[in-house]
Nanobody, 121 residues
């Protein structure tokens, strides 16, 4: 089994910054794309940013220029640096990873439990 654990959420004022982390652990052979998604109350889950093993990234238009996704492959950890936060960034942020596990040697999709980000004065 594989576990994804997010951390770093919290309450921040508009214009502030937060850094989210997602640590993957368990029976991992390799991790392919990883991504951050978010879901605000009453809205569908949406992609925030995604990064390949090689470091290629893509972002939602709403966060381009403000958020930066990165990963440390040696630590099986992904990060999301969020700057210039806006109230509309308030959501539950989820970590996602496509993992090849030792047990099955097949690509499987995993999600974390989510970390709350609230942007409010």
């Amino acid at each position: 089994q594989v576990q994804l654990v997010e951390s770093g959420g919290g309450l921040v004022q508009p214009g502030g910054s937060l850094r989210l982390s997602c640590a993957a652990s368990g029976s991992i052979f390799s991790i392919n794309p990883m991504g951050w998604y978010r879901q605000a109350p009453g809205k569908e889950r949406e992609l925030v940013a995604r990064i390949t093993w090689g470091g290629r990234t893509n972002y939602a238009d709403s966060v381009k220029g403000r958020f930066t996704i990165s990963r440390d492959n040696a630590k099986n950890t992904m990060y999301l640096q969020m700057n210039s936060l806006k109230p509309e960034d308030t959501a539950l942020y989820y970590c996602n990873a496509e993992v090849v596990t030792m047990a099955t040697m097949k690509l499987e999709d995993y999600w974390g439990q989510g970390t709350q980000v609230t942007v409010s004065s």
